[in-house]
């Protein structure tokens, strides 16, 4: 089916993680803002997203328990279906850790398939929720996650308490998946990048829709689109080259795999370098 050319050249895969009431929907929203055009939100957060009615003009979808990846699959497909430009997820969180989500559902296949065996049930698990990832790096929607994390802390000389970094409540290496991983503090709300594909968050910064601008004139720059995979697939590829194990590598090659499509030579380039650190983290368990 042909459909008018756009000058777009790529979607927004941004994440936003923080504590509780560090601000990550109300950053959201005031990025997709910026981004321009019909906004949609999906709200795990019992109407959280709601709260914020007058800051921004958007439409949301209240989902409740139980958070399965098959309903927010169920829910992007909603969204792209009714001609939205930015849909928020929020929060992406409990598709993981939530009731009903993949901790959940791992432990009661475990439990009625697998005789107790957890690590066996993931082999039933993943392929659910690979499928949620997959539809969000192939939706033609700019798309917002945010995700919960806890701080962890240790304690240092005397009563002084140290703040170690943030852990997210996602699949371990899920920040592979994102162009943008912005980590929200909870004093002062700032955002700090701790992956940037678009090198343009050298500095903390207060999310306003001018990022969302920002980002959106990045997306939209005259760039041949092989020329920008090209681009995006140098910080890709070293992902997959760095991951320390095979659930990292994974995550890291289905993040440049979507990167490369469409373009033949970019897409041997990926496979390449996957079998290439496969190979070396094969070697490493044998040592």
């Known amino acids: 089916m042909f459909k008018k050319a756009e000058r777009k050249q790529a979607r927004l895969r941004l994440a936003l993680a923080g504590p509780s009431g560090s601000g990550k929907t109300y950053s959201a929203l005031q ?10 939100v999906i709200d795990t957060e019992h109407g959280s997203a709601s709260l914020y009615a007058d800051l921004a003009d958007f439409d949301v979808m209240e989902l409740h328990a139980p958070y399965s990846p098959e309903r927010y699959i ?20 409990h598709e993981w850790s939530g009731p009903g989500g993949c901790l959940e559902i791992n432990d ?12 066996a049930a993931w ?8 499928r949620l990832t997959d539809k969000i790096l192939a939706s033609p929607l700019h798309i917002i996650c945010t995700m919960r994390s806890k701080t962890e802390t ?26 943008v991983v912005l980590d929200i503090t909870h004093e002062g709300h700032v955002a700090v990048a701790s992956k940037d594909r678009t090198k343009l968050f050298n500095q903390p910064e207060l999310i306003t829709e001018d990022t969302g601008r920002k980002l959106l004139d990045w997306l939209n720059s005259g760039v041949n689109p092989e ?21 990292a590598l994974q995550s890291a090659f ?5 990167i490369a499509v469409g373009f ?16 070396e983290l094969s070697q490493q368990a044998v040592a």
């Open 154 to 179: 240790a304690r240092g000389e005397g009563k002084t308490i140290l703040k170690l970094g943030m852990k997210n409540e996602q699949r371990e290496g899920s920040e592979y998946e994102f162009t």
């Open 227 to 247: 020329q920008r995979a090209r681009e995006l697939l140098v910080d890709a590829i070293a992902d997959m080259a760095n991951a320390p194990d095979m659930l």
């Open 123 to 130: 082999k039933e698990t993943t392929p659910r929720h690979r």
């Open 264 to 279: 033949d030579k970019l897409v041997q380039q990926v496979v390449d370098a996957k079998d290439k650190r496969k190979a």
């Open 31 to 40: 990025m997709a803002k910026g981004l321009d055009g019909r906004i949609a």
């Open 108 to 119: 009661l296949i475990a439990d009625t398939k697998c005789k107790g065996n957890s690590w």
């Open 74 to 93: 169920e829910a992007i497909q909603a969204a792209e279906q009714a001609g939205y430009n930015v849909l928020i997820i929020d929060s992406y969180s």
């Open 254 to 258: 289905n993040a440049a795999k979507a």
